[in-house]
Structures are given as structure tokens and as C-alpha cells.
T-cell receptor
Framework: EAGVTQFPSHSVIEKGQTVTLRCDPI?????LYWYRRVMGKEIKFLLH????????ESGMPNNRFLAERTGGTYSTLKVQPAELEDSGVYFC?????????????FGPGTRLTVL | TQLLEQSPQFLSIQEGENLTVYCNSS?????LQWYRQEPGEGPVLLVT?????EVKKLKRLTFQFGDARKDSSLHITAAQPGDTGLYLC??????????FGKGTRLSVIA
């Protein structure tokens, strides 16, 4: 069974540009999460989808971040326009069923560098 | 805001030594998870401890949840180079988002 995949693995962009990160969860997992780790800090929650609906987006930093999960399969996280402080590693995770905060399976992350 | 403090931040030991890493909070959690992360990969769940005072063993790794469910420890016996990695604890409270510590970066030298 394929794990959680993320694309791209690395992205280097300039301040003001737009970047879209993609996450493909494990097939059949209704729950999909986005997290971010800024250098020197802990991994922080951004948002949680249940199927195509946003269950909790309390961790989204500001309105420059837009997450979608059309059709309840893969998800995208767009940053527009990117700022220097958006640099970090963005992780996606998925989990099955109703016990949403247990047994999360993480992808390898996308390392975003904003210059 | 719930915070998890992990210590030490970095640990470098020789193969065969024992070690303990700690995860502490002033908040109570319903359960606590330990993850291990290797370079270029995402965190992988090792164990979830649920009951205060609970002890779980995973081969040479022993995980303990504090009686008050505010702290946890991970003890590794006879560390091996394959144990090298970043160890993360994460607190769980119902359906609220996971709260992660910053991690302990372990290096086991052969």
C-alpha cells in the first residue's frame, strides 16, 4: 500500500511569488492534515479535512494560505503571495475513520524556501 | 496554549549505551504519542500511551506516561546506530489538533 506522498519535495521561490503544494493521502483515508515546521520550532498544525470539508482550520497563519481538497482525495495548499517567514517544511498526514487524531501517517514533507 | 518541552535537545552517545529522553508539559493530555523521524522523511508513529502510569515496550524502547498524564519518557537500552534520528512527542486531547514538542535529535555512534 502506497504511503502519503507530497509534491514537490523542495521548492525555492522568491518573495511575492505563488507556490502550490500537493498531498496525496493514503487511499481511503478520510482525514487529511497539513502541518508546518519552521526552522528551530516545533511541528505546528495548520488544518484538517474530513473528506472534502474543512473540519478545523484554526492553525492557518493568514489569508495568504488556501487549502483545498476537491473530491475528498488529494489536497493542495497554495501560498500567495509567499513571504520570507513562510519558509519551512510542510507536512501532510492522513488517517482513516473516526478516530481522527490517532494513527496519523505522515508524508515526507515539502521543503519550501522563500528568498 | 498547550506546550510540550522535550529534553535534551541533542544527544550523542556511543553504541551500547542507554539513554532517556523526556517530554514535559504543564497541561494534561488524554494520550501522548512518540514519533521517530529520519532525514527526508515524515514522522513515523512509534507508540501511543493512554493511561497515567502506563509503560509500553517496543523491543529496546520503553515508553512511560506520567501518572498525571502531563509528561512522558522514552528509554532506549543498548542504543544502536539504527536508533539515530529525531524523536518527537505529541500530545493528544480528544479531537483537538496534535501538539508537538521540538524533538530530541539522537546520534548513536558505532
Amino acid at each position: 500500500e502506497a504511503g502519503v506522498t507530497q509534491f514537490p519535495s523542495h521548492s525555492v521561490i522568491e518573495k511575492g511569488q505563488t507556490v502550490t503544494l500537493r498531498c496525496d493521502p493514503i487511499s481511503g483515508h478520510d482525514n487529511l492534515y497539513w502541518y508546518r515546521r519552521v526552522m528551530g520550532k516545533e511541528i505546528k498544525f495548520l488544518l484538517h479535512f474530513v473528506k472534502e470539508s474543512k473540519q478545523d482550520e484554526s492553525g492557518m497563519p493568514n489569508n495568504r494560505f488556501l487549502a483545498e481538497r476537491t473530491g475528498g482525495t488529494y489536497s493542495t495548499l497554495k501560498v500567495q503571495p509567499a513571504e520570507l517567514e513562510d519558509s519551512g517544511v510542510y507536512f501532510c498526514a492522513s488517517s482513516p475513520g473516526q478516530r481522527s487524531y490517532n494513527e496519523q501517517f505522515f508524508g515526507p514533507g515539502t521543503r519550501l524556501t522563500v528568498l | 496554549t498547550q506546550l510540550l518541552e522535550q529534553s535534551p535537545q541533542f544527544l550523542s552517545i556511543q553504541e551500547g549505551e542507554n539513554l532517556t529522553v523526556y517530554c514535559n508539559s504543564s497541561s494534561v493530555f488524554s494520550s501522548l504519542q512518540w514519533y521517530r523521524q529520519e532525514p527526508g522523511e515524515g514522522p513515523v508513529l512509534l507508540v501511543t500511551v493512554v493511561t497515567g502510569g502506563e509503560v509500553k515496550k517496543l523491543k529496546r524502547l520503553t515508553f512511560q506516561f506520567g501518572d498525571a498524564r502531563k509528561d512522558s519518557s522514552l528509554h532506549i537500552t543498548a542504543a544502536q546506530p539504527g536508533d539515530t534520528g529525531l524523536y518527537l512527542c505529541a500530545g493528544v486531547n480528544g479531537n483537538t489538533p496534535l501538539v508537538f514538542g521540538k524533538g530530541t535529535r539522537l546520534s548513536v555512534i558505532a
